[in-house]
């Protein structure tokens, strides 16, 4: 775990408060997400030159090498983000946390980034507005550079691949622990929803042959809604390490059922598609579309994974939490498989 440098601390914090800040004291403490870095709030007062002292909030996010299955480099992609041009692409209403100072120490392959600290709305707690607000403003932004082609991006070589979500997809179908059971006379999922994940796979080909008829976007992968922050009506979205080339639809996925809020899946499922559809038509015109392939893409990225999480549930000793943590993933099928019937 990276110390902080007072001398990194101070160019950064130089940087956010707008004044040469020559000394500060600080107190760290974890903030909760970044599954696979080392994600603080930093906070104390800092001096400037002419002796004031200046209160702050800035959050260190320092990130180790390792290798996400078929994306190497995704260790080191916000990195590369902040160290480009590309938040000049961002809006006023819909953009990533300021970045103040980026570091990439080569000896151990860790990168640090100090960044805005976002006090707002998120998780579980965001609204249906919130929701519906957060897949317009994504379609609008995905629309303009879909249009628009910004030269930025071209400079960006670090992007996950369009195919990453058909390779996700065979990683898990091709796991003989999650696709036995399912099959299985021992699968305890509802009949219903092991048919419906068994359908998906005998169609995949199928499937991923409309999917591959829409539009290829600059997707975030990872658009779910603890990743999600509405602050003083603008929606801020954190953790851009799997970002790259996807499909129209991918990010509204993880929106509707990537941990998100189950009594409401369906709801923003009817919400969140039209208003992520509205955005990009500002930019684009996709009145060919027809089949927005969003139901097949949950169960493509989700499906496996869920019955996994409940394959996995109960890792503590309690009866009852593990029964919860089942029924939690069986009743996240249950929205999925209701959705199939939304237009």
Not at 120 to 139: C, H, N, P
Request: proline share 3%.
């Amino acid at each position: 775990m990276s110390e902080i440098k007072t001398e990194t601390l101070t160019q950064a914090l130089s940087k956010m408060l707008g004044t040469k800040i020559i000394c500060a004291d600080f107190q760290t403490k974890p903030l909760h997400g970044g599954t696979v870095g080392n994600v603080k709030l930093v906070t104390g007062h800092a001096k400037t030159t002419d002796g004031r002292m200046l209160p702050y909030k800035i959050v260190s996010k320092t990130q180790k090498k390792w290798e996400r299955y078929s994306d190497p480099d995704s260790w080191r992609r916000e990195y590369d983000f902040y160290n480009s041009n590309f938040g000049t692409l961002f809006s006023e209403s819909f953009r990533w946390p300021e970045c103040y100072h980026v570091e990439m120490n080569e000896e151990v392959n860790e990168t640090q980034i100090w960044m805005e600290y976002i006090d707002g709305i998120s998780g579980l707690d965001l609204t249906g507005e919130m929701y519906e607000r957060a897949a317009e403003e994504l379609g609008r932004f995905q629309g303009k550079l879909y249009t628009e082609q910004p030269v930025i991006l071209q400079h960006l070589t670090n992007l996950s691949k369009v195919d990453y979500m058909k390779n996700f997809y065979h990683h898990y179908r091709s796991w003989n622990r999650v696709y036995d059971y399912i099959r299985s006379e021992d699968c305890e999922i509802p009949n219903h929803l092991s048919k419906m994940l068994i359908d998906i796979d005998e169609s995949a080909e199928d499937i991923f042959n409309r999917i591959e008829k829409l539009p290829i976007v600059l997707c975030h992968r990872d658009f779910w809604v603890a990743n999600l922050f509405y602050s003083d009506g603008k929606t801020i979205l954190m953790d851009w390490d799997t970002a790259g080339w996807g499909y129209l639809g991918e990010d509204m996925a993880s929106l509707i059922a990537d941990e998100a809020d189950i009594e409401h899946m369906v709801e923003y499922y009817r919400r969140c598609i039209p208003a992520y559809y509205k955005g990009f038509s500002e930019y684009a015109d996709i009145s060919r579309i027809t089949d927005n392939c969003v139901y097949e893409l949950i169960l493509l990225m989700f499906g496996y994974r869920l019955v996994e999480w409940y394959m996995d549930a109960g890792s503590g000793n309690k009866l009852q939490e593990t029964e919860d943590e089942r029924m939690l993933h069986i009743h996240t099928l249950q929205k999925i498989f209701e959705i199939r019937n939304e237009p």
